[in-house]
């Protein structure tokens, strides 16, 4: 690997310059505030004599003192009167006969031109000291930007050589399949000729495909690490600039030092917001920087030099929107997808986030593996983070089940919100709303078994009631679905038979079995006889992300009234069947609101204690 250029050290000169600035200013300051002493003070007003008295007094021995400064003359005689004369600037005091060695009157003599003169230029060499501290300060300036101009197209991906990059296979935990594709690209890295010699190519891109949080970046990072090569990590946005050209450049000169660094690999993380589908903003298309970057990406990945050993390695969470010409074979040419972790995976990365955790003696990873269905690898980490300033905050020695449990709730739920104040009415009809909830699911046997209910105000929810699936589920049969929809309406259905009311607290129920109802009959053909084995919208979208893509019409005004007459029929037979259910427990709703009122809170096994009128097995 090529050695790393250091940069190379600040220049001081701009502090040298201002430093020696400040000294001049202070000395000027100095000279030009106090330029007499103090004890010269006492001469201002003394009285002026010739300066043949001062010989003459000199001879006699009449002074104790003559201070000469520079033409002036000061004198303290004996009795401690002051004077003062002026005598000739050629005069010196060998000359005025003021040397006598045998005479006890002490002679000073202090020249000042010198000191004056340096006061005289102080001014004009403050001057050229401030216009050359200025020059200085401008060229540096042209020297940064010229130096900014020239990088402007080097590429800004940040490197990691081989010991930098400490992430390994067993990091990486609930994507067995995604590692074992991924075991042949780190034996090429590391024995190219093993699959050289017999004529094998290695795809040159790996295209990984996720929704966000399922760990695509930490895969990534695991082949380098387990390859020990070094990795070359850029986002898809860096590339781009409002110049045209930079992003070409910034291309062209990542994929030069990932050569020079050979084997290595190049982790391009949302290329979809560089790569997607040429031509969107015109017929001609080609021509804006965006488009320009992924040409040079295609060049670069599969031009004519060969065999360069650099594995590019990409991530995003949209491939319906990448251009077909970076899918095709020799480029990304091969696509691993990541789905979000089954419970098995789930019990395992929860495993590798309690490593570096203080954890309890009972904890039961696999009972919260369970209760996490549907979350990705992020959210796991988030749970094992929360749970852990939970236990902080509580001053726990180590993180307890009761921790997990709550940050699972705070994470799936929303944090809890015990200052919204309900008055007594709101309460008690969120009661018996979350408790009708509760019953129609517990009732239908399609339905997931029941968690949790709760009146605590959880987001923007007055209660919850929480509905957890056994096991991971792939397919969902009509049953389900319609099970589904009564649960959903038996909130409604419980505040209609208790108040004989209604209010808006079941508009988020209605919406989802609404959505479940429409599904039905447009997307899975589960409608009655006039919709048949047909499904109704053209996507316009893609449904990689969860959510559902913009439909065109493709169907008749007729079909249209007949999904509309489907959906609400069995809307309305399912209220009707939640309805007759909570009628015939009423007994039940209200002991278990009753309960829950004074609880705020019941769990599973509470619940059925009461409803069934025994304690229940515990789950396994």
């Not at 992430?167 to 399949?177: N, S």
């Not at 986030?353 to 009972?367: F, P």
Request: proline fraction near 3%; charged fraction near 30%.
């Amino acid at each position: 690997m090529a050695a790393t250029k250091s940069r190379p050290p600040k220049s001081k000169s701009w502090l040298l310059s201002i430093v020696l600035f400040g000294s001049l200013i202070a000395m000027s300051l100095v000279s030009l505030t106090n330029p007499q002493r103090e004890g010269d003070k006492k001469f201002v007003d003394a009285p002026e004599v010739s300066i043949s008295q001062i010989t003459r007094g000199y001879s006699e021995r009449k002074f104790s003192k003559i201070a000469v400064r520079d033409n002036k003359v000061f004198i303290t005689t004996i009795t401690g009167a002051v004077l003062q004369s002026y005598k000739e600037s050629r005069d010196t005091v060998s000359q005025l006969g003021w040397n006598d060695p045998n005479n006890s009157t002490v002679v000073e003599v202090e020249n000042r031109e010198a000191q004056n003169m340096l006061v005289a230029v102080l001014p004009d060499l403050l001057f050229l000291l401030l216009v050359i501290c200025g020059l200085i300060w401008v060229f540096r300036g042209i020297a940064r930007s010229q130096s900014t101009a020239m990088s402007f197209g080097k590429s800004r991906a940040k490197v990691a050589d081989a010991t930098q990059v400490k992430t390994r296979f067993k990091d990486v935990a609930g994507m067995e399949e995604p590692k074992e594709e991924l075991v042949e690209v780190v034996d090429f890295l590391k024995n190219p000729k093993k699959y050289t010699n017999i004529g094998a190519k290695i795809p040159k891109g790996v295209l990984l495909v996720g929704q966000p949080g399922t760990g695509k970046t930490l895969l990534a990072r695991a082949v380098a690490g387990e390859a020990g090569v070094p990795f070359f990590s850029i986002a898809g946005s860096e590339f781009v600039e409002m110049f045209v050209g930079v992003g070409a450049s910034r291309v062209r000169d990542l994929f030069s030092k990932a050569k020079r660094n050979a084997p290595c690999i190049i982790f391009i993380d949302e290329i979809d917001a560089v790569g997607r589908q040429r031509g969107g903003a015109g017929f001609g298309g080609g021509h804006d920087e965006r488009e320009q970057t992924l040409n040079q990406i295609l060049t670069e990945m599969d031009g004519f030099e060969q065999e360069t050993n650099v594995i590019v390695i990409a991530a995003t969470n949209r491939p319906d929107v990448l251009d077909q010409a970076l899918l095709r074979p020799g480029r990304f040419d091969r696509r691993i997808f990541i789905d979000r972790p089954d419970l098995e995976a789930r019990e395992k990365i929860l495993e590798v986030h309690t490593r570096n955790k203080k954890m309890g003696t009972k904890i039961n990873l696999t009972t919260i593996a369970q209760k996490t269905v549907g979350l990705a690898g992020a959210d796991l980490e988030n749970i094992m983070n929360e749970a852990a300033i939970f236990a902080a905050k509580r001053k726990h020695k180590a993180i307890s089940q009761q921790d997990i449990d709550d940050a699972v709730e705070k994470v799936a739920l929303g944090p809890e919100r015990r200052s919204r104040k309900l008055s007594d009415k709101e309460t008690g009809i969120t009661a018996y709303h979350e408790v009708g909830h509760a019953i129609v699911g517990h009732l239908c046997k399609e339905s997931d078994p029941l968690h949790k209910i709760s009146i605590v105000s959880r987001g923007s929810a007055l209660g919850v009631t929480w509905f957890l699936p056994k096991e991971d589920q792939f397919t969902t049969s009509k049953t389900k679905f319609l099970d589904e929809i009564c649960g959903l309406l038996g909130g409604r259905a419980a505040e209609q038979l208790i108040f004989n009311e209604i209010t808006t607290g079941a508009s988020n129920d209605l919406e989802r079995a609404s959505a479940i109802a429409r599904g039905m009959a447009m997307r899975y053909g589960m409608g009655d006889d006039h919709l048949g084995l047909v499904t109704y919208g053209e996507k316009q979208g893609s449904m990689y992300q969860g959510s559902d893509p913009s439909l065109s019409r493709n169907y008749s005004e007729e079909q249209a009234r007949n999904i509309d007459d489907f959906v609400l029929e069995t809307i309305n037979e399912q209220y009707i069947r939640a309805l007759g259910m909570l009628k015939k427990h009423q007994k039940k709703l209200d002991e278990v609101t009753k309960i829950l009122l004074k609880t705020e809170t019941m769990s599973v096994e509470e619940f059925i204690e009461i409803f069934d009128d025994k304690k229940p097995k515990k789950r396994k």
